[in-house]
């Protein structure tokens, strides 16, 4: 299969982020037609799409902004979730450094078709300082052609965009938590119901969509919605982008239709594993996901797929594993990103992610009790299902898949004190962890 | 009243000192209208500005804490509760040049522990203490979203990526 050019259409060309160069391609040509439709229309356009959303839930992104209550007393917005956090995932990155114009577009015609009030945010986490100035050149390069500010395209519609910089906290990728930081608080998430779409920030109706979500919105509305279908297969269509990591020849982002397999995606594009060792493991949507081993990877990469097969797409984030590693290690160091980043709201998963950091790292230290596994799996049982968001679930996901699949490779631990032969530990035991 | 630990957040430090107090500059207030002019509340400015202040000032002092809530109509305990939760609002100085290195998974196997232990030993101090000549101090982060090009070390604004240990005593010669 083929890797497709079409939302990193632009990527490669000199000056990429100018909008010089957009608008060579095309650019704003699609907020153009849009802005003379009807709302409903591009709402429509965008169900008929079957586009499910690019954060990680993968919830049809049609079906989310038809949910925004028409009328409502407060004005509504449109956040963009650029707070791209999941450890694996790089793809938000590209599209803001490399082409911010086709997320303002996608921001117009978004903001357009949900009503929403005359000004938008996107969120993007603080540690991307060049992706926030890139953006903001580039928004005073649309407001200068006129295509935000004050009755874009003769429309009469008024909309303009902020970037708004978070300040390092992984729960504000949760939109709302994300609503909350954006109104200046801690980024502790909400109870839901109400959902942001009836009760979002400052209190009126919200959309929040990721930004590769966004990005396919000009695209849609530019083809048609059958084009969109064209790609993928039913209910997973369109271009997709990959983040590939780990332990791979050839790093990076792959856009590719949804029915790309695994095995096609490591072996044939991204140049297979490190120094030819074999596979062991493959995390396939960002942290949170459930592992593969090497024998499920002749998988199709769609939100359905992985799904049935325990896993699930998530952020498209693909970690890759060697036979090198420590999955004990490797586990150990995701719980300690989720037990770092609990917002602390929510007991099971504030103490839960904690607790199981210290049992993974005192089998990583040979103090592993006969039984840690099982106490892992029922700390897992009492973390699942009993927190605000989904944060406690995605810190079990790596540890029941691991455990599961790799379950001997603990029991290695206890009895032996170390390691399985021939993987490795990366850090150093003796060295203090950093003071963040 | 319990003994007040340096690392307890209660500690003396905590509190702001009456007789320094901070102001914004001509400039600095500039910017800090134009975010206002942003978002329908002033609690919504409460992030950029806290991140203004600390381009200022470098970090964010109970005197900042003081300046912003005053500024942004906020109780001091709303705006500390906030600089607590957000990783990136330093709660103490950091040397000229802040080095983060990503151990996160992707980065971990690509080696970036390696990187962070070779910090540790040629700086001689712990993560998050500055060395004697105020250039430098370290840490260890989560991910930072550059897992293609992993290992990645961010030093203030700035992403270094796919660093090596060599390449890292060769960047940090040439920080001053």
């Not at chain 1, 839930?57 to 009328?71: E, I």
């Not at chain 1, 803001?96 to 114009?101: A, L, S, T, V």
């Not at chain 2, 209208?33 to 500005?49: D, F, G, H, K, N």
């Not at chain 2, 000229?96 to 030993?121: G, P």
């Amino acid at each position: 299969m083929e890797p497709l050019r079409i939302l990193s259409a632009n990527w490669d060309k000199p000056n990429s982020a100018s909008i010089a160069t957009y608008l060579e391609s095309g650019g704003y040509e699609a907020a153009k037609k849009a802005l003379a439709m009807t709302p409903d229309q591009i709402t429509q356009e965008v169900k008929d799409s079957e586009m499910r959303g690019r954060g990680g839930a993968g919830f049809p992104t049609g079906m989310k902004w038809s949910f925004v209550p028409k009328n409502a007393p407060k004005p509504t917005w449109l956040l963009c979730n650029a707070d791209e956090s999941e450890p694996g995932t790089f793809k938000d990155r590209e599209i803001i450094e490399k082409d911010p114009h086709l997320l303002i577009e996608g921001m117009i015609i978004s903001a357009f078709a949900i009503g929403s009030n005359p000004m938008g945010y996107i969120y993007i986490r603080g540690e991307f300082h060049f992706g926030a100035t890139v953006l903001d050149k580039a928004l005073e390069e649309a407001r200068e052609k006129g295509f935000l500010g004050k009755n874009i395209f003769g429309s009469g519609f008024d909309f303009d965009i902020t970037v708004h910089r978070g300040a390092g906290a992984y729960i504000c990728g949760e939109e709302t938590g994300l609503i909350e930081s954006l109104e200046g608080k801690r980024g502790q998430p909400r109870v839901k119901p109400p959902f942001p779409a009836v009760v979002g920030v400052f209190g009126g109706p919200t959309v929040v969509n990721n930004v590769e979500t966004i990005a396919c919105v000009p695209l849609i509305i530019k083809n048609g919605a059958e084009w969109f279908k064209s790609f993928g297969i039913p209910k997973n269509t369109g271009p997709k982008l990959y983040c590939v990591s780990g332990q791979v020849n050839k790093p990076g982002v792959y856009e590719f239709p949804m029915d790309i397999t695994l095995r096609e995606l490591i072996y044939d594009h991204c140049g297979g594993i490190l120094n030819g060792r074999k596979l062991k493991a493959v995390i396939p949507g960002g942290a949170s996901a459930p592992m593969l081993t090497a024998d499920e990877i002749d998988i199709q990469l769609t939100f359905d797929a992985l799904m049935k097969a325990g896993s699930m797409l998530g952020s498209a984030g693909i970690i890759v594993l060697d036979e090198s590693t420590c999955i004990v290690d490797a586990v150990w160091r995701l719980s300690k990103f989720f037990a770092h980043e609990s917002c602390g709201q929510c007991t099971p998963c504030r103490e839960g992610t904690n607790w199981m950091e210290s049992v993974l790292d005192r089998i990583e230290r040979g103090e592993g009790r006969q039984h840690d596994h099982d106490l892992l799996l029922d700390m897992a049982d009492n973390i699942g299902g009993k927190s605000l968001c989904a944060l406690g679930d995605a810190a079990i996901g790596p540890v029941i898949s691991s455990i599961q699949k790799f379950r001997s490779e603990y029991e290695y631990h206890f009895e032996h004190k170390s390691c399985l032969p021939g993987t490795k530990r990366y850090r150093r035991l003796d060295m203090p962890v950093g003071s963040h | 009243m319990a003994d007040l630990h340096p690392e307890n957040p209660y500690a003396e430090d905590r509190f702001a000192d009456p007789e320094k107090k901070l102001a914004f500059s001509p400039e600095a207030r500039e910017k800090l209208e134009w975010i206002l002019s942003r978002y329908p509340t002033r609690m919504a400015a409460l992030l950029p500005v806290l991140h203004l202040s600390q381009e200022i000032w470098g970090w964010i002092s109970p005197e900042v804490v003081l300046l912003v809530a005053d500024e942004l109509e906020l109780s001091p305990a709303t705006v500390f509760g906030v600089v607590t939760f957000y990783n990136m609002y330093n709660q103490k100085p950091v040397g000229k040049y802040f080095l983060q290195v990503c151990t996160n998974l992707s980065c971990m196997v690509r080696e970036a522990y390696d990187i962070y232990d070779h910090l540790h030993e040629k700086l001689g101090v712990a993560p998050g203490e500055i060395t004697g000549d105020g250039r430098f101090s370290f840490t260890e982060v989560e991910c930072l979203g550059s897992c293609g090009t992993a290992p990645v070390v961010q030093v203030n604004n700035d992403y270094h990526e796919q660093m090596t240990v060599a390449k890292l005593d060769e960047l940090m010669g040439r920080l001053k």
